[in-house]
């Protein structure tokens, strides 16, 4: 019996940070060698045309991000793509924008948010963002797609879309289920009350950063009063983050954390804390340091080539339902 297919992307966009690692590799990696599911994961980086960027710094961040998948652990089990090398996924977006009410659209949250932070650069893409991503899902037949609570939304109207293309061409496309995981909301070193995030560096854990970098952050990151090591993310909302943290690569839970400082200040937590981070970054550090970019490529192209063969079937099945094939 075939394993349930399962997709999901990372945008390439710059260096990862921690929380993209916890809210993302991790999981794919897990998920992967769970032996449950069929895995697709692609390198988003047509969505990440949306954003302002440097056409020269794309293929550096495209191979970056891939080498990132490898050091991570994504392995032969799974397809990587490159999402632009297949050029299926922009065909059947265009085909789901047809199908797409624009008020819908509108209502997306992050399409308000994203307008709302990037004020200069409104583009149509941000607002059709959602029919890219169901092409994303439905070309490969997926049958989960890993989402935290803030990407609901978006699946959501995926599923909708599934169902309105059925209901008018015949059923042709599988409805995604989400699989919702734990996603861990880390949140700026420098200021606790803003998500981690790479416009704010100084503020970011980068999955790059050297052993000095990251001494230098988490010692310098922001505390709250008093001295109790303490989670409580309204009075002590510094103190918590780092707890969220050291918790999430020691695989302890908080409360066990909090008994271990009991009595103790930050400066001897923060110590400890330095060298989890350290060392849960090593064995990613060292083995990403060990790819050649020759290999990452053609690890990628294998990929492209299995990505376009499941894909260009399903949209050919498409196009033949709603009457393009002559």
């Known amino acids: ?12 966009t710059g260096k990862l940070h921690l929380g993209n690692y916890l809210g993302a590799l991790k999981n794919f990696v897990e998920l992967q060698d769970s032996g449950k599911y069929q895995c697709y994961f692609f ?5 990440s045309l949306t954003e302002n960027f440097d056409p020269k710094e ?11 998948y490898f050091a991570a652990g994504i392995g032969k089990d799974s397809v990587l793509f490159q999402q632009s090398e297949v050029p299926a996924h922009a065909e059947l977006g265009w085909i789901f924008e047809t199908v797409a009410p624009l ?3 509108e209502r997306m949250t992050q399409f308000k948010n994203k307008s709302e932070n990037q004020k200069q650069n409104i583009n149509i893409g941000l607002l059709t963002y959602p029919a890219l991503m169901a092409s994303d899902i439905v070309l490969y037949d997926a049958a989960v797609v890993p989402v935290g609570d803030d990407q609901l939304q978006h699946l959501e109207l995926s599923r909708t879309l599934v169902r309105k293309f059925n209901n008018k061409f015949g059923r042709t496309l599988v409805e995604p289920k989400p699989l919702l995981t734990k996603v861990p909301r880390l949140m700026s070193l420098d200021d606790p009350t803003k998500k981690m995030s790479k416009s704010q560096p100084s503020g970011c854990l980068f999955l790059d950063d050297s052993p000095a970098e990251i001494r230098g952050k988490l010692m310098r990151a922001t505390t709250d009063s008093g001295k109790e090591v303490k989670y409580d993310e309204k009075s002590k909302p510094g103190v918590s983050n780092l707890l969220l943290i050291y918790s999430e690569l020691s695989g302890k839970p ?9 009595g103790k200040g930050y400066a001897e937590f923060k110590k400890d804390l330095v060298e989890i981070v ?6 990613f550090q060292e083995k990403k340091r060990g790819l ?15 990505a376009n063969a499941v894909a260009s079937k399903k949209l050919l099945e498409v196009k033949k339902k709603i009457g393009l094939l002559i």
Do not use: C, F, W
């Open 254 to 262: 908080v409360n066990a954390i909090e008994k271990i400082y009991s």
């Open 292 to 306: 050649k970019p020759a290999e990452i490529k053609k690890t990628l192209a294998l990929g492209n080539k299995k």
């Open 103 to 105: 008020g819908e659209m």
């Open 43 to 47: 390198i988003a980086d047509l969505h």
């Open 278 to 283: 350290i060392r849960a970054l090593r064995p």
């Open 1 to 12: 019996m075939a394993k349930p297919i399962l997709v999901s992307g990372i945008q390439p």
């Open 58 to 68: 794309k293929p550096k961040q495209i191979l970056d991000l891939a080498a990132d």
